[in-house]
């Protein structure tokens, strides 16, 4: 874990994310905390590496979500160097 991120004030989104019960009380909270290019970013990177992870060439990535290969490189390397988050929600989202 970047030690950098690790504040108090992360901690606290991170525990009112955590108190969220069902996708509705999500994008209500995510509405009010992110712009729409905002989530919109996150929602594609989080796609961007599903489709990594299904061995899908850039061409194919960039074509579908509109990332460019500086996302999908960014994020490539965080599948592969970092700190095995995505890991942990696909396995869960496949359970």
Known sequence: MNKKIRTDAVDH???AVLSLQNKEECYSFFED???VNELLSLSQRFEVASM???HKT????AEK????TA???RVNR???YGDDGYELVFD???E
Not at 58 to 61: K, R
Not at 65 to 68: D, E, F
């Open 92 to 94: 869960r989202l496949q």
């Open 58 to 61: 850039y061409l194919e990535i």
């Open 71 to 73: 996302t999908i490189s």
């Open 78 to 80: 965080s599948l592969n």
């Open 33 to 35: 905390l992110c712009t």
């Open 52 to 54: 990594l992870r299904q």
């Open 65 to 68: 979500t509109g990332a460019s």
């Open 13 to 15: 989104l991170f525990d």
